[in-house]
């Protein structure tokens, strides 16, 4: 039951997401629009390429899906509402968002087009930028929880939120979610204007509306983890514990969409030049300060 | 600290039955759109999105990966994070030791970094 009403309210999450991110393109709240786009999208041609790598070019969507859920799927809403309470939680998230890469490099691999290829290849190198400022600061919130459940995760939280333990590990893993999550201006693997689309270009119909399902999934479960990991969860005054997950779930989506929405598109070379110059040093200092502050309190 | 009530076999077996879950929706889908209506059969319509041809050559070919410095780089960090991660839980009770151990351990590993920069590695290649 608990399994079902969690998976419920992920679906409703990924709408409100889906609509938020709709209004900020066209400029207007049209709660109806992503229910056309998604029936508009099943209505239409799904088209197979000539020539193309037919595994590669069906299990990417599905592995996109199937990762984001996987990841969401450990991270609690309230105290017992979540899938699965696993042991090796916070491993888990990074186990489970490791196959967005594969799943992008087999839709960028698939298809055999040039734009998806070159999209496929470029989020490699996104990466090499993002996958350690995702995990080091994982790190830091695991030292000062003493355990990789995500549950006490959240109740080492209770006094203090760590987004004012450790706010740098805050900063850095919000930054690498937009990232993981090729939103904008980190969208280089679809690159709209640049790669006619990139991992998306060869996708239509109902395989595209999954993909972009898999993504607003992405986001969702992204903002799930940082709400867990450094925004305490469910802890908050006055309101029930399952409404404080969904306003800090949403308010962490909407700001990633909005962030990216006035921000133009990175260049790689200057992500990864950034990511392993500043961002690593930064994360080892992190959890180095996380260290000493976990020794010092206790 | 609060313990788990499922074992790890369980917690395994819901997330196998989710992940089953996950592709007989998509299957499903698919299978909803595909009986609304078929893709017609046309010339050019399954080119992928290029000049409107199929490219002479396949465009499966080698890719030069401008990011190999960090790539390397990557490989040894990556490693690293295997051992943290068993290493943070057990901090709080080891103390001062864990954080001079692994102190010692990321400090070669950064000064591998910085010599990795003067070497020009993080650049794109």
């Known amino acids: 039951m608990t399994v079902f009403l969690a998976l419920v309210s992920m679906?409703?999450?990924?709408?409100?997401?889906?609509?938020?991110?709709?209004?900020?393109?066209?400029?207007?709240?049209?709660?109806?629009?992503?229910?056309?786009?998604?029936?508009a999208l099943l209505g239409r041609e799904s088209i197979v390429p000539r020539k193309c790598d037919r595994i590669f070019f069906e299990t990417a969507p599905i592995l996109l899906l199937l990762s984001a859920?996987?990841?969401?799927?450990?991270?609690?809403?309230a105290p017992g509402l979540m899938i699965t309470d696993l042991?090796?939680?916070?491993?888990?998230?990074?186990?489970?968002?490791?196959?967005?890469?594969?799943?992008?490099?087999?839709?960028?691999?698939?298809?055999?087009?040039?734009?998806?290829?070159?999209?496929?290849?470029?989020?490699?190198?996104?990466l090499l930028a993002y996958s350690m400022l995702i995990v080091m600061p994982i790190t830091a919130v695991a030292m000062r929880a003493s355990s990789l459940l995500t549950t006490d995760i959240v109740t080492s939280q209770a006094e203090l939120w760590n987004i004012v333990y450790q706010p740098l590990g805050f900063v850095l893993f919000f930054i690498a979610a937009m990232a993981l999550a090729f939103l904008p201006p980190f969208d280089l693997p679809t690159a709209q204007g640049e790669l006619a689309g990139g991992v998306e270009a060869e996708y239509s119909g109902v395989r595209l509306a999954v993909f972009r399902f898999g993504r607003l999934a992405l986001i969702t479960a992204l903002a799930a983890a940082t709400t867990v990991l450094y925004l305490g969860g469910w802890y908050g005054p006055w309101l029930p514990a399952w409404a404080w997950s969904t306003l800090k779930l949403l308010g962490v989506a909407s700001a990633m969409l909005v962030a990216g929405h006035y921000l133009p598109r990175i260049r790689e070379a200057q992500l990864l030049a950034w990511a392993w110059k500043f961002g690593i040093p930064l994360a080892l200092l992190n959890i180095f300060l996380v260290g000493v502050l976990v020794l010092v309190l206790s | 600290m609060k313990h788990p009530t499922m074992t790890t076999s369980d917690n395994g077996i819901v997330l196998l039955i989710l992940s089953l879950a996950c592709v007989g929706v998509v299957a499903g889908l698919y299978g909803f759109a595909r009986a609304i209506g078929r893709t017609r059969p046309e010339p050019g319509k399954d080119v992928p999105a290029s000049a409107g041809q199929m490219s002479r050559d396949p465009v499966w070919v080698r890719y030069?990966?401008?990011?190999?410095?960090?790539?390397?780089?990557?490989?040894?960090?990556?490693?690293?994070?295997?051992?943290?991660?068993?290493?943070?839980?057990?901090?709080k009770q080891e103390g001062v030791v864990a954080l001079l151990d692994m102190g010692v351990f990321l400090g070669i590993l950064f000064l591998g970094l910085l010599y990795g920069w003067s070497q020009g590695a993080l650049r794109r290649q």
């Open chain 1, 69 to 77: 859920l996987l990841a969401a799927a450990v991270l609690p809403l």
């Open chain 2, 64 to 91: 030069h990966a401008r990011y190999l410095g960090y790539a390397l780089l990557f490989l040894a960090f990556d490693m690293e994070m295997a051992f943290m991660y068993p290493w943070a839980v057990v901090y």
């Open chain 1, 87 to 126: 042991a090796t939680g916070a491993l888990f998230i990074n186990a489970a968002l490791a196959y967005v890469l594969v799943a992008l490099l087999m839709a960028g691999w698939g298809p055999d087009g040039a734009y998806a290829l070159i999209g496929g290849w470029r989020f490699l190198g996104q």
């Open chain 1, 11 to 39: 679906l409703l999450y990924i709408y409100v997401i889906a609509v938020i991110e709709a209004s900020l393109r066209t400029g207007r709240v049209n709660a109806a629009l992503p229910l056309f786009a998604a029936l």
